[in-house]
C-alpha cells in the first residue's frame, strides 16, 4: 500500500465551481501537511501549510485534516481558469521526510 | 519570501557530457535540499538529500557516481549528471527547506529540463 493515495483525475470544472481535490493516507504518524499547486514544465508551488488537524483558509482556498480518517482534502472557490494546473498533496512525520501523492490533474473550463 | 532559484531552467548536451544543475535558495537560508526527478504525468521521485557540508544520501537505486551532489553552503547545492545518456533525459526539480523553522514547509525551485542527445 502506497503512503500517499492521491486521484491523477483528469478533473474538468466549469469556471466558477467550487474544486475538492483530496488525499488519503495510510501512516497515522504524518503530523504535516501540505498542498502543492504545480503548473506544466514549472516546479510546484506551495499552496498551503498545516501541521495536525483542523482547517486553514487562505483566500479562495481551503485547507482541512481529519487525522481520524487519513484523509486530507484541498477546496477551491469560485475556480478560475488560472487554477488549472495539477495539485500535489504532500505529509511527513518528521522535518525532513515528506511522501507525495501522485498529483490531481485539474482544468477549469471558461 | 522563500524563493528557490534553479538554473538552467533547460539544457541540451550530447550523450557521454556531464550537466551541473544549480539550486539557490534566494532569501533564506537552507540546511536540507532536496533531489527530484519528475517523468511526464508522474509525481516527484525523490533522487538524494542533501545537507549542507556533509555527503549526499541517496535513495536506493540511484547511482551516486552518475549523479553527483554538493551542498557546499546553506544557500547552494548543486547536481551534476556526469556521462549523461538519453535515459537521463528528464526533469529534475531541487526543493530547500529552512533552517529558521522547524519542520518548514518545502519550497521547490522551477525545475531543470534536460535532454541528452
Known amino acids: 500500500q502506497k503512503e500517499v493515495e492521491q486521484d491523477p483525475g483528469p478533473l474538468s470544472v466549469p469556471e466558477g465551481a467550487i474544486v475538492s481535490l483530496n488525499c488519503t493516507y495510510s501512516?497515522?504518524?504524518?503530523?504535516?501537511f501540505m498542498w502543492y499547486r504545480q503548473y506544466s514544465r514549472k516546479g510546484p508551488e506551495l499552496l498551503m501549510y498545516t501541521y495536525s488537524s483542523g482547517n486553514k483558509e487562505d483566500g479562495r482556498f481551503t485547507a482541512q485534516v481529519d487525522k481520524s480518517s487519513k484523509y486530507i482534502s484541498l477546496f477551491i472557490r469560485d475556480s478560475q481558469p488560472s487554477d488549472s494546473a495539477t495539485y500535489l498533496c504532500?505529509?511527513?512525520?518528521?522535518?525532513?521526510?515528506?511522501?507525495f501523492g501522485t498529483g490531481t490533474s485539474l482544468t477549469v473550463i471558461p | 519570501g522563500a524563493v528557490v532559484s534553479q538554473h538552467p531552467s533547460w539544457v541540451i548536451c550530447k550523450s557521454g557530457t556531464s550537466v551541473k544543475i544549480e539550486c539557490r535558495s534566494l532569501d533564506f537560508q537552507a540546511t536540507t535540499m532536496f533531489w527530484y526527478r519528475q517523468f511526464p504525468k508522474q509525481s516527484l521521485m525523490l533522487m538524494a538529500t542533501?545537507?549542507?557540508?556533509?555527503?549526499?544520501?541517496?535513495e536506493q537505486g540511484v547511482e551516486k557516481d552518475k549523479f553527483l551532489i554538493n551542498h557546499a553552503s546553506l544557500t547552494l547545492s548543486t547536481l551534476t549528471v556526469t556521462s549523461a545518456h538519453p535515459e537521463d533525459s528528464s526533469f529534475y526539480i531541487c526543493s530547500a527547506q529552512t533552517v529558521a523553522v522547524y519542520n518548514s514547509p518545502l519550497h521547490f525551485g522551477n525545475g531543470t529540463r534536460l535532454t541528452v542527445t
Open positions: 542533501s545537507n549542507e557540508g556533509s555527503k549526499a544520501t541517496y
Open positions: 501512516n497515522s504518524a504524518f503530523q504535516y
Open positions: 504532500a505529509m511527513g512525520v518528521t522535518g525532513n521526510q515528506f511522501y
